[in-house]
């Protein structure tokens, strides 16, 4: 099935130390997405990709980084997390990024910040 | 600014129907998006309405109004597995995404 799969599910690291989540998709979709989603709110865009067009949301703070090296993976690095950090993290897909713009979203990577 | 407003919570009883209300103020409109959220799962698409009126599917039916900023996510006879978030969203002028915080819905037997 074509999907989109998130790793780690849960990581747990602590104050300061980095932090890679991956994002792989089979459904060749050109726009790749992450969000981050705090408990009971909203998900909050930090990038997206439109192929490899890069787009950081204005209020993404600078420890957040992220690759797509190619049209199937992407990345999302914490260079030095805070205990604000923790979160749900979502990566979504879509076909394109206008009208009827369906996201498929990954299960999500679950970060606990000590 | 922008802003869309759902209920924090709702309870329903298996069996009836609920309506989960969504209220947005967006610069510009291009479509509204339901999502279906478990509990510690990912959002799911549900419905897209970009012109004014009902749209069903199955059990699950969904309302816009352009002209009042509202949007309505109706879900009939209700099972447990309906226990979820519900999450609203709105396409804006740049096809930007607004996200509601969501509206957990808990069924009861």
């Known amino acids: 099935d074509a999907m989109v799969i998130q790793n780690p599910r849960y990581q747990v690291t602590q104050f300061g130390k980095p932090v890679t989540l991956s994002c792989s998709q089979t459904?060749?979709?050109?726009?790749m997405y992450w969000y981050q989603q705090k408990s009971s709110q909203a998900p909050k865009l930090l990038f997206h990709?439109?192929?490899?067009?890069?787009?950081n949301e204005a209020d993404t703070p600078d420890n957040f980084q992220s690759r797509r090296p190619n049209t199937s993976f992407c990345f999302l690095d914490i260079r030095s997390p805070g205990l604000g950090d923790t979160a749900m993290y979502l990566c979504?897909?879509?076909?394109?990024?206008?009208?009827?713009?369906?996201?498929?979203f990954g299960a999500g990577s679950r970060l606990t910040v000590l | 600014g922008q802003n869309i407003d759902q209920p924090t919570e709702m309870t329903a009883t298996e069996g009836a129907i609920v309506q989960i209300n969504c209220t947005y103020q967006?610069?510009?409109?291009?479509?509204l998006f339901w999502y279906q959220q478990h509990a510690g799962e990912a959002p799911t698409f549900l419905s897209y309405?970009?012109l004014d009126g009902l749209e069903e599917k199955g059990r699950f039916s969904s309302f816009l109004s352009r002209s009042k900023g509202y949007s309505y996510l109706l879900l009939k006879e209700l099972q447990m597995k309906d226990s979820a978030s519900y999450l609203c969203?709105?396409?804006?002028?740049?096809?930007?995404?607004?996200w509601g915080a969501g509206t957990k819905l808990i069924i009861k037997p």
């Open positions: 979504a897909t879509s076909i394109g990024s206008s009208g009827a713009n369906v996201l498929t």
């Open positions: 459904l060749n979709h050109n726009v």
């Open positions: 990709y439109y192929d490899k067009d890069f787009n």
């Open positions: 967006t610069s510009g409109f291009n479509g």
């Open positions: 309405n970009v």
């Open positions: 969203a709105v396409s804006d002028s740049n096809y930007q995404l607004i």
